[in-house]
C-alpha cells in the first residue's frame, strides 16, 4: 500500500478502536434519545431522575472556584490541554524526520506533560461528579426489606445512583470518560517509552524516528475522541 | 527507596555518558519552517472552531439547529485532526481510502440506533 507494515496495522487497530467508541456513544445517543428532555427554561432546571439532564448545568465546576457556576469551563481546558499536547507530538515526529535527537526529547517531554495535565483534569472532575453538589436531590428508591419506594436524599454518582439525572447518564459518564481516560493513561506511557528510547539513542542507531510516528497516530486518535465525546457528551 | 532511585539515577547516568562514546554520526536537518507554521496553525483553527462552539452553546437554545451545528463543526476538527495532524490526508490513496470507507458503517449505525432509541421511551 505504500505505507510501512507498522503504520498500516497501527491504522486499522485505530479503525478498530474508533467502532468501539463509536458503539459506546452512539449507545448513549439511544438511551439519550429514549429518555424524555428537561422542557423548561435551561435557567429553571433543577437535577430530578425523571429527565436528562442539561450537560452544562452538570459540568459546571472548576478547581478552586467552589460556589461559582462556570458552565464547561473545566472541560474547555482540558481540551486546549489535549489539543497542545497533539500539537507537541506532531512536533515531535516533524524533529523525528530531521534525525534532530534533541528536539525529539523536548517535544515528547511536552507531550508527556500535557498528557499528565490532562489525567490530573479527569481525575479532579471525576471526584467532584462522585462526591455531588453541595444540595442533594431527592430520589425514590426501592426498598427490599419493606417493598415500599422511600424518597432518599442522593449526593453525587456512581453506578447505583446519580444524583444528576437517570442512572444511566452517570453509567455512561465513568464507561466512556473512563474508556477514554484509559486511552490517554496507555498513551502516556507509550510516550514515555517513546522519550525513553530517544534519550538513550535507540532510534538514533536504527537510522529513522519510525515508532515516534506511530505513537504519535495512536496520540492523535486519542485526541480526536475527545473531540467527539466533548461534542456528544458534554456540548450537545 | 531512596537507594533505588539513586541506583536508577546512576544506571541513567551511565547511559547518558555511554552514548556520548559510541555514536553514530547523523546529519540533522535544519528545521522546516514552513511545515511547522502549517501545524500551527491547524492547532489555530481547532482552537478557534472550538471556541465558536463555546460562543454557540450559550447563546443558541437547545435544539436540532444547534445539534446540526455541532456535528458539522466537530466533523470539522477531525477532518484536521485525521488529515493534517495523523497526515491520512498526503498517504496513498489506498489507505486514505480504506480507513474512510468503513467509517460510513458508523454513520449508518449512529443514524439506526438513534432513531431505534426515539421508538422505544423509557416512561
Keep these: 500500500m505504500g505505507a510501512s507494515y507498522g503504520k498500516l496495522m497501527m491504522w486499522f487497530f485505530l479503525l478498530s478502536d474508533a467502532f468501539t467508541f463509536s458503539g459506546l456513544l452512539i449507545t448513549y445517543g439511544l438511551v439519550r434519545a429514549s429518555h424524555p428532555i428537561f422542557e423548561g427554561l435551561p435557567a429553571d432546571f433543577i437535577f430530578s431522575t425523571e429527565y436528562w439532564p442539561i450537560p452544562e448545568k452538570v459540568f459546571e465546576a472548576v478547581p478552586f472556584l467552589h460556589g461559582y457556576s462556570l458552565p464547561l469551563v473545566f472541560v474547555g481546558i482540558m481540551t486546549f490541554i489535549l489539543i497542545m499536547s497533539s500539537v507537541t507530538m506532531v512536533l515531535a515526529v516533524e524533529a523525528g524526520h530531521r534525525m534532530d535527537r534533541k528536539a525529539v526529547e523536548k517535544w515528547m517531554l511536552w507531550t508527556l506533560v500535557g498528557g499528565i495535565a490532562f489525567l490530573s483534569c479527569q481525575a479532579w472532575e471525576w471526584t467532584h461528579f462522585i462526591v455531588g453538589t453541595d444540595t442533594a436531590t431527592m430520589k425514590d428508591v426501592f426498598n427490599l426489606k419493606t417493598g415500599i419506594w422511600d424518597q432518599v436524599k442522593v449526593t453525587g454518582a456512581n453506578l447505583h445512583v446519580n444524583q444528576y439525572g437517570p442512572q444511566p447518564f452517570a453509567d455512561f459518564f465513568f464507561f466512556i470518560t473512563g474508556f477514554h481516560g484509559f486511552h490517554v493513561f496507555s498513551g502516556v506511557m507509550f510516550n514515555f517509552l517513546i522519550y525513553y528510547n530517544t534519550v538513550t539513542g535507540v532510534y538514533e542507531r536504527r537510522g529513522h524516528y519510525e515508532m515516534v510516528e506511530k505513537v504519535g497516530l495512536y496520540w492523535h486518535f486519542v485526541d480526536l475522541v475527545w473531540v467527539f465525546v466533548f461534542t456528544f457528551f458534554y456540548l450537545v | ?123
Excluded at chain 2, 28 to 50: C, F, H, N, R, S
Aim: glycine residues 6%.
Design chain 2, 1 to 123: 527507596m531512596g537507594i533505588c532511585i539513586h541506583i536508577l539515577l546512576s544506571r541513567i547516568t551511565t547511559i547518558f555518558m555511554a552514548h556520548h562514546s559510541n555514536e553514530p554520526q547523523v546529519t540533522v536537518l535544519p528545521p522546516d519552517k514552513e511545515k511547522i507554521k502549517k501545524l500551527w496553525t491547524v492547532a489555530g483553527i481547532l482552537g478557534a472552531v472550538t471556541a465558536v462552539e463555546f460562543v454557540i452553546a450559550f447563546t443558541m437554545s437547545h435544539g436540532p439547529a444547534k445539534t446540526a451545528i455541532f456535528v458539522i463543526l466537530t466533523i470539522v476538527k477531525a477532518g484536521y485532526i485525521v488529515g493534517e495532524f495523523m497526515h491520512l490526508r498526503y498517504e496513498v490513496k489506498v489507505l486514505f481510502w480504506a480507513i474512510l470507507i468503513p467509517t460510513l458503517f458508523i454513520i449508518w449505525m449512529l443514524v439506526a440506533f438513534v432513531y431505534e432509541g426515539m421508538q422505544m421511551p423509557v416512561f
